[in-house]
DNA sequence: GTCTATAGATGGATAGAC
DNA sequence: GTCTATCCATCTATAGAC
């Protein structure tokens, strides 16, 4: 007796959520209306308020998700097993999540702007993890002579920029398999940081 | 007897699109009001249609007048002396512009959502155009013996992606000088093209 | 749980005075 | 050339019927 039967409302929050986060990644998030959410779920604007206090709460739970569930993801994926194999599995899993949450890794870097100030923080501190983790993993590499570089921050930088324009030109189902497109990042990671 | 003097036609104008290119690079197009950009001048909001047609017009010559601009000058820059020197003259004009025109560069790869579906395809173009100025490069030095790397397509999206997330950490005025910053890009880009 | 209806605010764009 | 005033569309969010 778990739930009533003709309830819809384990299913009309996920799929608030899921048309959300596809019309915010292909429009804006401030070019969004809650009716074409509604739209594209089925109900009406005013039944989305059943689920969630409104659109900046949306956009807020979906970048907060995303980025909780990428950092718990490369954490375990770069276990302690030298910088080497650490940036490796670092890189693939980041290109990974292009193809397995897509419009997810997209709002988490175009959408900040629209946060509104407390979210903003409290978004930009897991982005902040996120990168100390790439940048620990370097400034290691560099102390224990696998990596050579001069700015372990601008490396940084410009390792997770690379990692993001992916979403640019990468489609389903193009000539390169995932496994590829990981192989090809990891490489040109690999030679940025001078790896032995 | 060339202009009328107490007429603002010559400085209004420009200062709207000064204006709308700040607003825009910094809360997004679909978030900046006609309004917002009129106050900023010090005007009324029904003042700037006497500049341009509309708002979408407005973000689309700021794209266009950039990346018009841009293409100009990397043309002009990587002038025909071998690919090496091809491919930093690139990267350091691309960086360079990060300096001078911040808000510009920005705009240009983060706003191609808001426009119109014609106005798309024109910037589009240029966009196009800009890119293969650059695989051009590296497939010249590739078949020259200069580089070494598998797909120049994904390491022109790569070296791209790379230069365009520069101003996510870039502030005037910080640590690092102008020519340090192009200094340290152009050697990642060497680097990931295996440049000898 | 979802609907209709609507409040209340704000948007882009235009008309006409000065 | 700029202003005030305004039209009309659309927005987020809420109230109350069913």
New interface residues.
């Given amino acids: 007796m778990a739930r009533k039967s003709g309830s819809r409302a384990d299913v009309t929050g996920p799929a608030i959520r899921r048309a959300a986060e596809t019309l915010f990644a ?6 969004v209306s809650m009716r074409q959410i509604a739209a594209e779920v089925g109900v009406r604007a005013g039944a989305i308020y059943l689920y969630t206090p409104g659109k900046q709460t949306l956009l807020f739970e979906l970048m907060r998700d995303h980025l909780e569930a990428l950092l718990e993801e490369v954490g375990r994926a770069s276990a302690d097993d030298g910088p080497v194999n650490e940036l490796n599995a670092f890189i693939r899993c980041h290109v990974g999540y292009h193809f397995d949450r897509r419009d997810a890794v997209f709002l988490a870097y ?1 959408e900040l ?2 946060l509104s100030a407390e979210n903003f923080a409290l978004i930009e501190g897991l982005r902040r993890k996120y990168e100390d983790q790439l940048e620990r993993i370097l400034v290691d590499g560099k102390r224990e002579g696998c990596f050579a570089f ?2 372990s ?3 940084t ?2 390792l ?7 979403h ?2 990468f489609r389903d189902g193009g000539r ?1 398999s995932r496994n590829e ?1 990981e192989e ?2 990891a ?2 990671a690999r ?2 940081v ?1 790896a032995t």
Wanted: proline share 0%.
């Fill in positions: 292909k429009h804006g998030y401030a070019a175009m702007r629209n001069e700015d921050r601008v490396v930088m410009a997770i920029a690379m990692l993001a324009g992916v640019v030109w390169l497109v090809i990042y490489d040109l030679r940025m001078a």
